[in-house]
């Protein structure tokens, strides 16, 4: 199995280690493909820089996304490591040394974070000045063995009971974690939102609308009514179609087809742009089969939220 351990602000990592939160984005002032050979899954865990060089807790890897700074702090909020997105705007800016204009930046979306008390800081034995992002460790190697085991033994018992042999991930197909570990991920709401863009390529599932500012990640069956953080319960929607389909006046159906209320016409006497689109197939689906919208859950809408 591989870890990867990530080298860490340490001003990020005592700012949400007395949160409790399910999960953190790990960010990065730039974008790049940086992480893009990490699996879902992936152990990544926290070095903090000098003066301290230990590692100091971890998470499990999801995705990584390149974000607008904006989209970053709507999705993630004090995940992000800071209080305030004045805060986090001033910090990506002095890392990117530009005062203004629009940024990106990447984001590795980390789920069931843990973060351990000084007192159980992991001392790695050898750790090279050249290296200052992070580093591969494999468990078929003495030291790799060594760190997971370490790990381990800091994280309650209760959490590695939850973590360990369950089902795929809910995010893809397969085992994630090798033979070692299999778990079954909780996903947060900034995570869904991260994924769901990813998985329609940030752009609209209705209109394959492309400007990635007016794109919102939308639940099938509502979040407060049983409905999952999870891909196949999301689509990518234009902000429009998003509080459409929220309000019951549009509806996807099991068919994957675009269904729209006689009710907007009735009561706003408007209603062109969207009656186009009735009955008219999805414009955009993710790749992986596992991530289309479920049936049950699309079903879910057209009979309890939907007002045909």
């Not at 689509?235 to 729209?260: C, I, N, Q, W, Y």
């Not at 009735?266 to 062109?272: A, L, S």
Request: aromatic residues 14%; proline residues 7%.
């Amino acid at each position: 199995m591989k870890l990867w351990v990530g080298v860490t602000d340490n001003e990020w990592f005592p700012f949400l280690s007395t949160r409790g939160l399910d999960e953190v984005n790990f960010w990065r002032p730039t974008p790049g493909p940086y992480f893009t050979n990490l699996q879902a899954g992936t152990p990544f865990l926290f070095k903090l820089k000098a003066p301290y060089n230990h590692i100091a807790g971890g998470g499990y890897f999801v995705q990584y996304s390149t974000l607008p700074l904006e989209m970053a702090w709507e999705a993630f909020g004090e995940k992000n490591g800071v209080p305030t997105f004045r805060e986090f705007d001033r910090k990506i800016r002095a890392y990117r040394k530009l005062p203004k204009g629009p940024l990106e930046m990447g984001c590795n979306v980390l789920v069931e974070p843990f973060f351990f008390p000084k007192d159980q800081w992991i001392v790695l034995p050898t750790w090279p000045k050249s290296i200052v992002q992070g580093k591969t460790f494999d468990t078929e190697t003495e030291e790799g063995a060594w760190l997971w085991n370490e790990v381990q033994q800091r994280v309650q018992l209760k959490e590695i009971e939850g973590l360990l042999q369950e089902p795929a991930a809910e995010y893809g197909d397969g085992p994630r974690f090798g033979e070692l570990f299999l778990r079954r991920s909780r996903l947060g709401q900034g995570a869904f939102k991260v994924l769901v863009s990813e998985a329609y390529g940030k752009r609209c599932a209705i209109t394959g609308e492309s400007t990635f500012p007016v794109l919102e990640a939308a639940h099938i069956q509502a979040f407060g009514e049983g409905g999952p953080h999870r891909i196949s319960n999301g689509m990518l929607l234009r902000s429009d179609f998003h509080k459409l389909f929220d309000a019951g006046l549009v509806t996807v159906t099991p068919e994957l087809r675009v269904r729209v209320s006689d009710q907007i016409k009735d009561k706003y006497f408007n209603g062109k742009a969207y009656y186009r689109l009735h009955d008219q197939s999805l414009a955009v689906m993710p790749e992986r089969a596992t991530d289309h919208p479920d049936p049950e859950y699309l079903k879910w809408h057209l009979q309890e939220r939907f007002v045909g």
